[in-house]
């Protein structure tokens, strides 16, 4: 009687019970890590709890995916049918966040078809990967580049700014430049690469003191931001 159950429970698929409560275990276990190395390494403001828990939900659907597919054409082409329907509409605001999806789905394909080795391997490889370019901050064009904000009255004369922030950066750039309401003032973006011997707070305490020059802000830009 129980072997009647258990073959019932089965179907016709190629997988046991066992497999399959060991393959959707050895999914969730290498999320899990795939998760964690997400969330200690990721930089930027772009930071969701639920791309976390997407990881970990991607990684063990995919495992239980790729054992109802099996080898069976049929059943594949089925499930691109019925996936079809779905319309996925959330914009993925960091491009480093897809590779972690791609990385789930092949993660979880291996654990899927039985290939613990491949799903291990692959994740404790680019995980390792991850940790080494988040350490040495890999990529990164200076260490001191910023991006300053602030409104510019229009009485007043240009060469004042232009000369201070030619005089304490490394280099710079003019990001944006938008007029305000009243048409009076003008707000400014710049790129600002400092000089190493600058303060941050020396150079915005001496910026505001200019003339014409009013609510200055300065924003950390190592990680890419919207402006």
Not at 91 to 114: C, R, S
Not at 164 to 172: F, G, M
Request: overall charge negative; some cysteine; charged content about 15%.
């Amino acid at each position: 009687m129980e072997n009647q159950i258990l073959d019932a429970l089965s179907g016709s698929f190629n997988y046991s019970i066992i497999e399959v409560m060991i393959n959707s275990l050895v999914a969730f276990i290498l999320s899990m890590f795939i998760a964690y190395t997400y969330k200690k390494t990721h930089q930027g403001l772009s930071y969701s709890q639920s791309f976390v828990l997407t990881i970990i939900f991607i990684t063990i659907i995919i495992g239980f995916v790729m054992m109802v597919i099996g080898n069976s054409l049929t059943r594949a082409f089925a499930l691109v049918g019925a996936l079809s329907i779905i319309r996925f509409r959330t914009v993925v605001k960091d491009t480093k966040d897809t590779a972690y999806i791609f990385l789930a789905l092949g993660v979880g394909m291996a654990a899927g078809t039985g290939n613990y080795f491949i799903a291990l391997y692959a994740t404790l490889f680019m995980c390792l990967i991850a940790w080494i370019l988040y350490k040495f901050n890999f990529g990164v064009q200076s260490s001191s580049d910023f991006i300053l904000r602030f409104y510019f009255d229009k009485t007043s004369t240009e060469d004042s700014y232009v000369e201070y922030i030619n005089k304490h950066s490394e280099n710079n750039a003019l990001l944006h430049m938008e007029p305000s309401g009243d048409d009076k003032h003008l707000y400014m973006t710049f790129d600002v690469s400092l000089k190493e011997d600058i303060e941050m707070n020396d150079f915005i305490a001496g910026f505001s003191k200019l003339s014409g020059i009013s609510e200055v802000v300065l924003v950390s830009a190592k990680n890419d931001i919207t402006y």
